[in-house]
């Protein structure tokens, strides 16, 4: 009877690309490395931030399992990060722990607030130039981040680092079964303890925590007053964290050659940083430095890799701390010198590149550069880089509009025919391009090939018909499209005009 009826086929369920053995296996050593490359930078941070390096350590751990999850760019690594640091450190100097994380979690709820008031669709307004500047400051920090750790210290450090940016450099040409900063580190531990090697470790970094992070409410009052004081942190921590973490999933996009949600890891940056707040971290965002390990470096392309370097982590400083304060600091400063290398656009400073680039744009690019190294806050060179390109673009502009005339055969009107976009610098000239003395009574103003942007424009328009009047001629404006017939008929004749 059975076999009379019809087979009813059941959709086949698609299998998560990262249960792939050879994927699974990429991610499991990616999440690893990354794991080892962020203690010492989170002990740092938490030293930057005035903070028990419990604190970043705990930070790390909740950001990178929570964006893993809520996260819009897969294989983007979140953690305690300097730009963070820098911005709590003065309210962890001044009035507490207890404020800092209430500041880390306010400032995760105003991230999710921005994300939900679309603050991701702004990345649209980054020009390419700022893009490549980010990228190479970052390197450069990155780089200049080793150097403390060179100077001042046993002459063993060298050869060490010297070995381990040639096992990074020589084996992915062998094999890129195990990713070589994974072996580099393993090498060079194994070496500094057979052979008793007094060299710095991650454990002279810092105490690593012995036990797990608790949840909990930050200890202070729940007040006014309390809002009041950490707003502007709160703010800062936002912003900051939003435009390093937007940033850098614009850059993984550009390497994996995928699209990521911006939106999606906007929220999920200020879920992650309200989370670890509440298990009292010190907040962080994207990082770029531990990113470029797990993407270029490892290979990782999934949200598991993200997902266990948050793991490995908590596991390495719970219940491994003694093996990874044994890890000599030689082998973490040679991959971040590598990732330093590879992260920064070597194409972009070619003399062949600069040759060919328009001077604006590596203007632009080294203006973001500059700011960045100065301030050591990618944020704040990311504004400055953008600022300097549209003052670049408003001067380039500024001169594209374009207005020619003829004469009717009857010689009784002047018409001028305007070309381009007017808007506060473009129409500064255009009242100068008309012969107010010499034209007929009558003059048509032919707007077909224009667009008016702005109220400084409509003021222009009306400078050049009072300046036509006072001389007992009539102008007509003709041809405005929708926009601008809608702008020049709310704001004409309503604004001051110079004479």
């Not at 103003?445 to 224009?450: F, L, P, V, Y």
Request: aromatic letters at 6%.
């Amino acid at each position: 009877m059975s076999s009379l009826l019809p087979a009813v086929s059941r959709p086949r369920l698609s299998r998560p690309s990262w249960l792939s053995p050879r994927v699974l296996r990429t991610e499991v050593l990616a999440g690893l490395v990354v794991a080892l490359a962020l203690i010492p930078e989170a002990i740092s941070f938490s030293i930057l931030a005035g903070v028990d390096p419990r604190v970043g350590l705990f930070a790390s751990f909740t950001m990178a399992v929570t964006i893993a999850i809520c996260g819009g760019r897969p294989a983007m690594i979140s953690a305690a990060t300097g730009a963070i640091a820098l911005v709590v450190a003065p309210l962890a100097r001044d009035h507490g722990l207890g404020y800092l994380i209430a500041a880390v979690i306010l400032g995760g709820v105003i991230q999710v607030v921005l994300a939900v008031l679309g603050v991701a669709r702004l990345m649209r307004f980054i020009p390419r130039s700022v893009m490549v500047g980010f990228v190479n400051a970052l390197a450069i920090l990155i780089f200049a981040a080793q150097v403390p750790h060179l100077l001042g210290v046993p002459w063993l450090v060298y050869p060490l680092v010297a070995a381990a940016l040639v096992i990074m450099a020589v084996l992915p040409r062998l094999t890129k079964a195990v990713p070589a900063p994974l072996v580099a580190i393993v090498v060079l531990t194994v070496i500094t303890v057979l052979a008793h090697l007094a060299v710095p470790t991650v454990g002279d970094e810092g105490e690593l925590p012995h036990s797990l992070p608790v949840l909990g409410l930050p200890d202070v009052p729940f007040t006014w007053q309390t809002a009041q004081l950490i707003a502007p942190y709160a703010l800062g921590v936002a912003l900051v964290g939003l435009m390093e973490s937007l940033m850098t999933a614009k850059l993984v996009d550009d390497i994996t050659d995928t699209r990521s949600n911006k939106t999606r890891e906007s929220w999920g940056q200020g879920v992650a940083n309200i989370v670890t707040g509440f298990f009292g971290g010190m907040g962080g965002c994207a990082m770029i430095g531990q990113t470029m390990i797990n993407v270029k470096a490892s290979g990782a392309r999934t949200r598991l890799s993200t997902f266990l370097s948050g793991v490995f982590l908590l596991i390495l400083v719970v219940a491994l701390g003694d093996v990874v304060a044994a890890i000599p600091m030689a082998a973490l400063v040679a991959v971040m010198i590598i990732v330093a290398v590879s992260t920064f656009d070597w194409h972009s400073v070619a003399p062949a590149t600069l040759k060919r680039m328009p001077l604006g744009e590596t203007l632009v690019m080294l203006s973001t550069v500059a700011v960045v190294l100065a301030t050591h806050n990618l944020a704040i060179g990311v504004v400055a880089g953008v600022l300097v390109a549209m003052v670049i673009f408003a001067r380039r502009v500024a001169h594209l509009v374009e207005v020619t005339s003829v004469l009717d055969p009857e010689g009784g009107t002047r018409i001028y025919s305007v070309h381009g976009e007017l808007f506060f610098a473009s129409s500064n000239d255009l009242v100068h391009q008309f012969d107010y003395t010499g034209d007929p009574e009558n003059v048509v103003i032919d707007m077909t090939h224009a667009h008016v942007w702005d109220a400084s424009s409509v003021a222009a328009l009306d400078a050049i018909t009072t300046k036509y009047a006072s001389r007992g001629k009539h102008v007509e404006i003709i041809e405005l499209n929708k926009g601008s017939a809608r702008l020049h008929n709310n704001l004409a004749g309503r604004l001051k005009v110079g004479h």
